[in-house]
C-alpha cells in the first residue's frame, strides 16, 4: 500500500522560515521525480517544486511565483522528499502535497499569519 | 502554458454522461494527466498521456484530445464519481493545472 505522509505544516509568521517533510513507502521512491503542489483555501492546485530522480541527476525545478524562496531536495536512502520555504507571504497559506503525480499524500497546512 | 478548464461547474444525476473541457494555449502533444479531488481523500491519477486509464481507474472514464484540446467524459455517472477534477500539462516547466471542475448532483 501507497503511504505519503506529509509533516512540518503549521502557523508561521510572515518572513518567516518552513520545512516540509514528506515520508513515502510502497512504490520505488528512487525511480520517481518527486513534487510540491499547494492549494490555497478554497482554491484549485498550485505546483510548486519537482525534483527528478538520480537517474536525471537530481535536477529540480520551481514555479517563477516562488523561484529563490524555496528549495526541493530529496533523500533517496529514507523515500522522503523536503522542501524549504522561506520569507513566507500571507499569500503562501495553502495546504501542501507531496506528490509523485501518481501517488499523493493528503496534504499538510501552513498558515502564513501574524 | 495556460490550461483552460470548462465548465468549472457541472450539475448531473446519476446514470448520466458528462464531459470536461481542458484547453492548452500552446500544443503539449499529449502531456496531460486528469485528477479527482474528493473531500478527506488524497487525490487520485486518473488518467495520463491525454488518454490513458490509470490502473484502477473505472472503465467508464475516458480522455480524448492531443495538441491543445483534451476532454475527460465521465459516462453512466456513479455516485462516488461527484467530485471536483482537473486537468495538468507536463510537457514543459512549469507543470500547470487547470481551474478545477466542480461535478454534482442534480
Known amino acids: 500500500e501507497v503511504q505519503i505522509l506529509e509533516t512540518g505544516g503549521g502557523l508561521v509568521k510572515p518572513g518567516g522560515s518552513l520545512r516540509l517533510s514528506c515520508a513515502t513507502s510502497g512504490f520505488n521512491f528512487n525511480d520517481y521525480f518527486m513534487n510540491w503542489v499547494r492549494q490555497a483555501p478554497g482554491k484549485g492546485l498550485e505546483w510548486v517544486a519537482q525534483i527528478r530522480n538520480k537517474n536525471y541527476n537530481y535536477a529540480t525545478y520551481y514555479a517563477e511565483s516562488l523561484e529563490g524562496r524555496v528549495t526541493i531536495s530529496r533523500d533517496d536512502s529514507k523515500s522522503s522528499v523536503y522542501l524549504q520555504v522561506s520569507s513566507l507571504r500571507a499569500e503562501d497559506t495553502a495546504i501542501y502535497y507531496c506528490t509523485s503525480l501518481t501517488h499523493w499524500g493528503q496534504g499538510v497546512m501552513v498558515t502564513v499569519s501574524s | 502554458v495556460q490550461m483552460t478548464q470548462s465548465p468549472s461547474y457541472l450539475a448531473a444525476s446519476p446514470g448520466e454522461s458528462v464531459s470536461i473541457s481542458c484547453k492548452a494555449s500552446?500544443?503539449?502533444?499529449?502531456?496531460l494527466a486528469w485528477y479527482q479531488e474528493k473531500p478527506g481523500k488524497a487525490n487520485k491519477l486518473l488518467i495520463h498521456s491525454g488518454s490513458t486509464l490509470q490502473s484502477g481507474t473505472p472503465s467508464r472514464f475516458s480522455g480524448s484530445g492531443s495538441g491543445t484540446d483534451f476532454t475527460l467524459t465521465i459516462r453512466s455517472l456513479e455516485s462516488e464519481d461527484f467530485a471536483v477534477y482537473y486537468c495538468q500539462q507536463y510537457n514543459e516547466y512549469p507543470l500547470t493545472f487547470g481551474s478545477g471542475t466542480k461535478l454534482e448532483i442534480k
Open positions: 500552446k500544443s503539449i502533444s499529449n502531456n
